[in-house]
């Protein structure tokens, strides 16, 4: 559409212009989640979900599925409410005090806001690689034994160290750290800590690994290297993550969802997306028309 605007020129006088507006579509207005959101096979499943801050909503009506062995990337503008739904997976939202979840959400049929159920276990099931690498001030060794350990996995020393290496070979990292391993996990390089704590993470045997902008705080070279491990580790864990980067969830992902003002507007396959989006919205964003 156009609109007109009143300026001054060079000499002081009134003039009229025409400009173009490229007209947004009201995000008020979208009812239902375009594409493929719902699939077979469902890992997780999440119907109707809500959630507030106090007063105020941050997720609208969000319905989603993650397959098993699926990697789902979700996209979107800052505080379009990705990260706020990725923490509802494993329920860290609940330490947030004002906040509020409701809806329908699901891990293998199992409703993982049942009041009766333990959210200790449920963490461990669906486990959490946050955006800045957070080894624990510990050795390389107890950063990844610390799990198996609180959860009682074993109490046999070679089983601890079988399940430590082979949590090292799993995050790319058992090569680069085997003659150190009583050395701090802090004293590793970003990229390393990263994918220490996803070595972390996957000692206790997760089913889901939750993935916050892994990527944000590492170079390129780190990145590729996380970027390699997602693919690898698919094969034997279903994985959710929230990145800034398009380009990073057209590699790494199989669907692709796409937020926006607290609403999920389209989910597809990642190629789709990436070239033919069925919403507005969708293409407007990852065209850099905002965002």
């Given amino acids: 559409m156009e609109a007109t605007a009143n300026i001054e020129n060079a000499t002081g006088e009134k003039v009229e212009i025409m400009n173009d507006v490229v007209a947004q579509p009201n995000v008020d207005d979208i009812h239902e989640t375009v594409g493929s959101p719902f699939c077979e096979n469902a890992k997780m499943a999440m119907r109707d979900v809500q959630v507030y801050y106090g007063d105020k909503q941050a997720i609208f009506d969000v319905g989603l599925d993650i397959g098993k062995n699926e990697v789902v990337a979700m996209i979107g503008p800052s505080g379009c409410g990705k990260s706020t739904f990725l923490r509802c997976l494993n329920r860290m939202n609940d330490t ?46 107890d950063n990844v034994a610390y799990g198996p350990r609180i959860h009682g996995l074993t109490n046999r020393k070679a089983e601890l160290d079988e399940i430590v290496e082979t949590s090292l070979r799993k995050a790319s990292l058992w090569d680069e750290v085997k003659d150190r391993l009583q050395s701090p996990g802090t004293g590793l390089s ?13 000692a206790v045997s997760p089913e889901v690994i939750l993935m916050d902008e892994p990527c944000s705080a590492l170079d390129p070279i780190a990145t590729a290297k996380i970027e390699e491990l997602i693919a690898e580790l698919s094969e034997n864990f279903t994985i959710a993550i929230v990145t800034h980067s398009m380009q990073q969830a057209a590699r790494v992902s199989n669907r692709t969802a796409y937020f926006h003002l607290g609403k999920l507007i389209e989910v597809n396959d990642t190629e789709k997306v990436f070239t033919n989006p069925e919403h507005e919205l969708t293409e407007a964003y990852i065209t850099g028309r905002f965002g």
């Fill in 96 to 141: 947030i005090d004002i906040c509020r979840v409701e809806g329908s959400l699901k891990l293998e049929g199992q409703d993982i806001y049942d009041p009766k159920l333990d959210v200790v276990p449920l963490r461990a099931r669906v486990g959490m690689v946050f955006q800045k690498p957070n080894p624990f001030p510990k050795s390389i060794y």
């Fill in 190 to 202: 970003g990229g390393q800590q990263q994918r220490l704590c996803i070595a972390r993470t996957i």
